[in-house]
């Protein structure tokens, strides 16, 4: 995913064309959707990471199992190592479409996006599963809204958001692999919790329609040969309104398809499960 994100978005006229469109398209939101996408990022900084950081360690650590301490501060600390790493030293951005200075800054991955998903997936590891579907219900909704937040307030493009939820599944999946290899990891056999299921199911669809959405404001422009490179008040909120759903979309599965991979899984080996071993999560 992040691969594709970046090299059709970033490295052809036409990847670039639509989301500097969406740029434009996005200076015609309303202000109070500019400043609630923007104060919203704002309270992402370096001192709230550390607050986050130090609150999913701590709830390991009460939880007596330092190795779910350890996974989840990796999550997000990895995260950033490799979402810092890619967009200052390793992922160029290459001018192939004349643009203002203001569109021309590398920003592939997404660092505010990395750090909403990389939070919601080490809460994921460190909670227990009888209460993941209510810390999904805060911190899922959150991190989705992050990733479309993005596009709305102008601080990233399409494929920043996409490439973060690669960067950000990757450290999640290495965290889970490294805790089934370990035996950490538990086969809940409790009954279904309803309401956990409700939830999911909505978040599938309203993720289904962002998806069909940004893909049809996207797709047909396209497929009519528009030409996004020159500026249009009309296709630019038509690409702008895409990108914002398909962010919101990619966020959504990047966050089901992890918490799909902890389907009837549990941490709480020494209580009352039996003990998975080296069995991948699955």
Not at 31 to 54: M, N, Y
Not at 82 to 88: E, H, P, S, Y
Not at 146 to 153: D, E, F, N, V
Not at 200 to 224: C, E, F, K, N, Y
Request: proline residues 3%.
């Amino acid at each position: 995913m992040l691969t594709i994100s970046y090299l059709s978005a970033v490295w052809t006229t036409r990847g670039q064309a639509t989301e500097n469109a969406a740029l434009r398209g996005a200076d015609q939101v309303s202000e109070q959707d500019f400043s609630a996408a923007s104060e919203a990022l704002g309270h992402i900084t370096i001192a709230t990471l550390a607050v986050a950081v130090i609150l999913i360690a701590l709830v390991g650590l009460v939880r007596r199992r330092p190795d779910l301490a350890i996974a989840g501060v990796a999550v997000i600390v990895l995260g950033q190592v490799i979402t810092q790493a890619l967009k200052r030293f390793v992922l160029p951005r290459p001018e192939l479409v004349e643009v203002s200075s203001n569109y021309t800054q590398n920003s592939f991955p997404s660092g505010h996006t990395t750090i909403a998903m990389t939070v919601l997936f080490a809460v994921f590891i460190v909670v227990p599963h009888r209460w993941r579907g209510i810390a999904a219900l805060v911190v899922l909704t959150w991190a989705i809204g992050i990733g479309a937040y993005t596009t709305t307030a102008k601080w990233h493009r399409l494929s920043d958001t996409i490439g973060a939820d690669a960067v950000a599944l990757l450290c999640g999946c290495l965290a889970a692999w490294w805790l089934a290899r370990r035996g950490s990891l538990c086969h809940y056999q409790g009954g279904v919790r309803r309401g956990r299921v409700v939830y999911v199911v909505i978040v599938a669809a309203l993720t289904s329609i962002s998806l069909a959405l940004g893909a049809a404001l996207w797709g047909i422009p396209h497929l009519r040969g528009t030409d996004l490179s020159i500026p249009d008040a009309a296709q630019d909120y038509t690409a702008y309104l895409g990108a914002h759903a398909l962010a919101a979309g990619f966020s959504g599965l990047t966050a089901l398809a992890f918490w799909a991979l902890w389907h009837r899984v549990d941490t709480t080996c020494r209580e009352a499960f039996a003990p998975m071993h080296s069995r991948a999560v699955n």
